[in-house]
């Protein structure tokens, strides 16, 4: 997945080779993911989110809601 703040760079989570996975996803009735724990990048925009029923919540006290 592209990383939601529009910086352009992509967030590979599921393809981490010899590790055991690190997040969690359920999917709801409709389908729609939901990822634990937040997604927090370390290096590049230092993005902090989670991803809810598809929508990414993002972990700011300006917290605004984007549909992914
Ligand atoms: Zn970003």
Do not use: Y
């Amino acid at each position: 997945m592209l990383c939601p703040c529009g910086c352009g760079d992509s967030i590979e989570l599921m393809v981490m080779k010899g590790v055991a996975p690190r997040w969690t996803i359920h999917a709801d009735a409709k389908n729609r993911p939901t990822l634990h724990p937040s997604i927090w990048r370390q290096s590049g925009c230092g993005s902090h989110f989670w991803l809810k029923s598809g929508r990414v919540v993002w972990c700011r006290p300006e917290s605004q809601v984007n549909r992914f």
